[in-house]
């Protein structure tokens, strides 16, 4: 199957048990769009993750075949705003077990998790969560930020050049560039007390560069989905989850003393710190 043959999928809200039932006998699988109610500056709207997952899970299952749920927005560990939400770590593991072991009871064989949202503890945890579930039901079930299958790491950013590129190409009428224009001192050069983490998006980030970068996340998605149903590969997900985990340890080691929302604190007092 080539990426341009046309692949029946659908929005598992929008189906009928028989249209599900359906879809899931042809393709087994089911993406899981995963965001947050998060600050990303002045300059981006606070449900930005959701908005990408989404966009990522869609265009990879119209490749692949499948079912997309509704993008679910509660998270662990959000950026330190008032306008954030985070939710207890307990919360969110509960909720992510119910989902796999739900998608896995009706036949699901590959689970794709694409999380918009890709705090440390976030992360950490939910791919904890996807193990579990792989040993308790035999479905196999990928997690990563939906840049994360991409060999570039530094395309994951936080409301700069890459996160304000992806939403161009999705929801061009969200970005506000003034804003941060009007938020930022000129002679600031640092921006990650203005909530952006990475390159500054201004000089930059444009919708056809967040264009085709999605469109090669949701390729590489949709190829992952398709060799896993093909091979039943779980060990392979295993290893890539292992790999992200080694990426993390270091913030692991250094912040975390038993309760996730503290370390994230303290990481972000140590990021925002004064550098100027």
């Known amino acids: 199957m080539t990426d341009a043959t046309p692949v029946a999928w659908g929005l598992y809200a929008e189906l009928r048990p028989d249209e599900l039932a359906a879809l899931l006998a042809a393709t087994p699988a089911a993406y899981v769009p995963w965001g947050a109610l998060e600050w990303h500056g002045p300059h981006l709207p606070l449900g930005l993750d959701g908005l990408v997952a989404d966009h990522v899970a869609r265009q990879a299952a119209a490749l692949s075949g499948g079912i997309v749920l509704p993008t679910t927005w509660w998270a662990i560990t959000t950026l330190p705003h008032a306008y954030s939400i985070s939710t207890p770590p307990s919360v969110i593991s509960h909720l992510w077990q119910a989902t796999f072991h739900s998608l896995a009871g009706m036949g699901v064989r590959v689970i794709a998790v694409v999380t918009g949202h890709y705090a440390q503890a976030h992360e950490v945890l939910l791919m904890e969560a996807a193990d579990t ?144």
């Open 133 to 276: 579930a792989m040993r308790e039901t035999g479905a196999i079930v990928l997690v990563a930020p939906e840049l994360a299958v991409l060999p570039d790491a530094s395309r994951l950013d936080h409301a700069a050049h890459w996160e304000t590129s992806s939403l161009l190409a999705v929801r061009p009428d969200l970005v506000r560039l003034d804003r941060l224009d009007d938020a930022v001192p000129a002679d600031a050069t640092d921006l990650a007390r203005f909530g952006v983490l990475g390159t500054d998006p201004r000089p930059s980030a444009t919708p056809a560069l967040g264009a085709a970068t999605l469109a090669e996340a949701a390729q590489t998605w949709a190829a992952w989905v398709r060799d896993l149903l093909a091979s039943g590969d779980a060990d392979r997900v295993r290893g890539f989850h292992a790999a992200r985990r080694a990426a993390l340890q270091p913030y692991v080691d250094r912040y975390f003393q038993g309760d996730w929302e503290a370390a994230l604190h303290a990481w972000w007092r140590d990021r925002t710190a004064t550098r100027e």
